[in-house]
């Protein structure tokens, strides 16, 4: 009867809408479900692009920054804090009553150099290296303390394997960089919500390590209140399979899951892997940017049956699941048209180029209700 009820009031508010000419909005679809986000430029969040600002407040009850709280905007030489931007984020988000989210604490791309370097550039200690850390997290983490709802504590910390990869991190402090990661953020702020931030966590391999990962933080303490699946899919990956399973491995450890950085790649893959390793790079070819004056009605049809699919998904699982963050706004706006081949025209999101619904966006509110 719950389900029934909840329906039909769903479909109630959507005839309504459509009957006022008002389109509906992603966050009142979805809201006896997760939160629904983007992930967020300093043009939208300043509102200097007036047009964006105003589909984000339309649309979304959360927010994600994309740049200005990793380690190289916000602290980009020692002792000197930049945080001019990150205000404005963190204002825009509690203006408009929505659900702040600190990204990145602890990331292996985009830290300084200086941050793992002597004056000689030479590695640092051990020691040395731990109190930068804490000394970062205390800082950017407290500023905030009681506005921003949960942080990416660690991002990326995992080789395809499963393993720890090699980075400055681990080479430096060890393995328990992590542990006092976590550590340091909630002694920063004991409320926040803490994250592991991680992608292709959907490959068996990869995902095994982070579920490894996760059991061990616990063990030591660590109360992680959500893995952070990145899903920068494709039309052809995960499967149905492969992303139930992965949402079900980390909702058994009694954490949710969050969906942290949604698109989907409808391009010709430039490699043979699939995720988001940021320094990947590929000449550009017309075979590799085929749509480059429009996308044909076929791949938009089959764009919106991929984002039928994940969202069918999501709400099956809506009781493991936080929130589903794109990443990005409108298509114009999305890492994609410069990853990882650089200057493509690609067409990820929900949003066209001037803001507009596309065909995927009606199918993704149907889903809302299922």
């Not at 043009?43 to 692009?49: H, Y």
């Not at 920054?65 to 916000?74: C, D, I, S, T």
């Not at 825009?92 to 009553?97: A, L, Q, S, T, Y």
Request: proline letters at 5%; hydrophobic letters at 40%.
């Amino acid at each position: 009867m719950k389900t029934f009820v909840r329906t039909t009031v769903f479909a109630a508010g959507i005839f309504l809408a459509a009957r006022l000419g008002a389109q509906p909005a992603l966050k009142q679809a979805f809201q006896n479900d997760f939160l629904v986000g983007a992930a967020l430029n300093p043009s939208q969040f300043c509102e200097s692009n007036e047009m964006e600002a105003a589909l984000i407040k339309q649309q979304f009850n959360t927010i994600s920054p994309e740049n200005v709280l990793k380690w190289a905007l916000v602290h980009p030489e020692p002792g000197r804090y930049d945080f001019a931007l990150a205000d404005r984020y963190v204002a825009f988000g509690e203006k408009n009553h929505m659900a702040v989210i600190g990204h990145t604490l602890v990331w292996h791309n985009q830290t300084p150099d200086w941050v793992f370097q002597d004056n000689q550039g030479k590695p640092v200690s051990r020691e040395v290296l731990l109190q930068r850390m804490r000394d970062h997290i205390m800082t950017v983490v407290g500023r905030y303390k009681g506005r921003i709802k949960g942080w990416d504590v660690v991002n990326e910390a995992l080789a395809e394997d499963g393993t720890l990869r090699p980075s400055p991190w681990r080479k430096i402090i060890g393995e328990d960089f992590l542990l006092k990661a976590y550590q340091f953020a909630h002694e920063a702020d004991p409320q926040a919500e803490l994250y592991y931030n991680e992608y292709s966590l959907e490959n068996k391999p990869k995902r095994s390590g982070a579920v490894a990962l996760i059991q061990q933080l616990q063990a030591q303490g660590v109360k992680i209140a959500a893995v952070g699946l990145q899903s920068h899919v494709r039309m052809d990956w995960p499967t149905r399979r492969q992303e139930e399973a992965t949402i079900s491995a980390f909702a058994n450890l009694g954490v949710k899951v969050n969906i942290t950085e949604l698109d989907v790649d409808v391009l010709p893959s430039a490699g043979n892997d699939v995720g988001a390793e940021v320094t990947s790079n590929f000449k550009r070819s017309e075979k590799l940017n085929p749509y480059a004056g429009g996308l044909p009605a076929a791949m938009q049809q089959q764009l919106s049956d991929r984002y039928a699919e994940l969202f069918s998904i999501f709400v099956k699982h809506r009781q493991d699941i936080g929130r589903v963050t794109f990443w990005g706004v409108t298509d114009g706006d999305s890492w994609l048209n410069d990853w990882p081949v650089h200057g493509r025209t690609s067409y990820p999101l929900l949003f066209d180029r001037a803001g507009k619904p596309k065909p995927a966006f009606d199918q993704v509110i149907k889903t809302a209700g299922s």
